[in-house]
């Protein structure tokens, strides 16, 4: 089996687009084997306080890295899927064998600005699988016209890469895994307990997913002692502290934040992997490795992003490739 590889997550969300332009740069001279990048257009709490558009920080950072990238996007609401599939395409075609794409079912926090009625999870699957099916098609090179949840008319993609790029389906439960199983390249899920995970993993397989990419993104933080880490955790990342549905479903950051007001740090523990012990780290990220990941995205919540890329390029990536 290929080595697992172990990327930095560009969050969009805390960060301007040109001071995650010099992270990920950073990130690839620190050792780092790959990147993820977020795809918002509010970000979760006023706290963080940025969104730039992620389409366009991709091909930046694709050129200015020798990384493989992968982004996540919500088609049929903020995007059309045959945009989607445009967007992709020019990215494969300009870096190939470098980029990944992941659909996931959307964010009202997103998604909500176009005005369209924002359905229930059941009809936000449907409406994802939909989607997916014609932005293969668009990719196969295909010409396409559709008319259901989304309206596609004589659609082709003109510039198309040799190879169309892995078409991963995102899911956090265990009942949109198995749904993604049946259409998606590979499955991208969320750091969890390794038994959930082991569930989840497991719905992927029994919907058709045995033997396809295995990609997780984790939500962690390090700082040089318990309390900066801790601290650092729930000033940024509190409003994902609240899990659910309710993560989907809240319109604008101030919602996030009224929500999450009662939110403490002690709490961060239960969604965010917090120490300042890179041994520690390294010891649940050991449990990813085992679970059968082939990619684990390490996404830094703190605002700290040179000393985690500095601390995990010389203390936590050299021990996990350590043999034995």
Not at 14 to 43: C, I
Not at 118 to 137: D, G, Q, S
Not at 216 to 238: D, F, I, K, M, S
Request: with cysteine.
């Amino acid at each position: 089996m290929p080595p697992v590889r172990f990327g930095f997550h560009a969050s969009h969300e805390q960060f301007p687009p040109s001071e995650l332009l010099t992270l990920v740069q950073a990130a690839e001279a620190a050792g780092f084997d790959a990147a993820m990048s977020s795809d918002h257009f509010r970000p979760w709490g006023a706290a963080q306080g940025h969104s730039g558009l992620a389409w366009p920080w991709l091909g930046a950072a694709m050129a200015r890295t020798q990384l493989p990238i992968g982004v996540i996007s919500a088609p049929g609401y903020r995007y059309h899927p045959a945009i989607i599939a445009q967007g992709a395409a020019t990215l494969a075609e300009m870096f190939p064998g470098r980029y990944w794409l992941a659909l996931g079912s959307g964010q009202r926090l997103n998604e909500d600005i176009t005005g369209l009625a924002w359905p229930e999870k059941a009809e936000r699957n449907a409406r994802l699988r939909e989607c997916a099916a014609i932005i293969r098609a668009l990719l196969a090179g295909e010409t396409v016209s559709h008319h259901g949840r989304v309206t596609v008319v004589d659609a082709k993609l003109y510039s198309r890469p040799e190879t169309p790029p892995p078409l991963l389906g995102a899911a956090v439960t265990e009942a949109t895994a198995e749904e993604l199983g049946a259409w998606a390249d590979g499955l991208l899920t969320v750091s969890a307990e390794p038994e959930q995970l082991r569930k989840v993993i497991a719905a992927f397989h029994r919907g058709g997913g045995r033997g396809k990419r295995l990609i997780v993104q984790v939500a962690l933080n390090w700082a040089p002692t318990e309390e900066e880490a801790l601290a650092g955790a729930h000033e940024q990342w509190r409003t994902n502290a609240l899990g659910g549905e309710v993560n989907w479903e809240l319109r604008t950051p101030e919602h996030f934040d009224t929500a999450t007001r009662h939110v403490r740090p002690e709490d961060m523990r239960e969604s965010v992997w917090i120490s300042a012990d890179p041994g520690w780290h390294v010891a649940r990220l050991r449990e990813l490795v085992e679970l059968g990941f082939g990619e684990i995205q390490l996404h830094q919540v703190g605002r700290n992003q040179r000393a985690f890329i500095e601390t995990f390029g010389t203390s936590v990536l050299p021990a996990l490739r350590a043999p034995g």
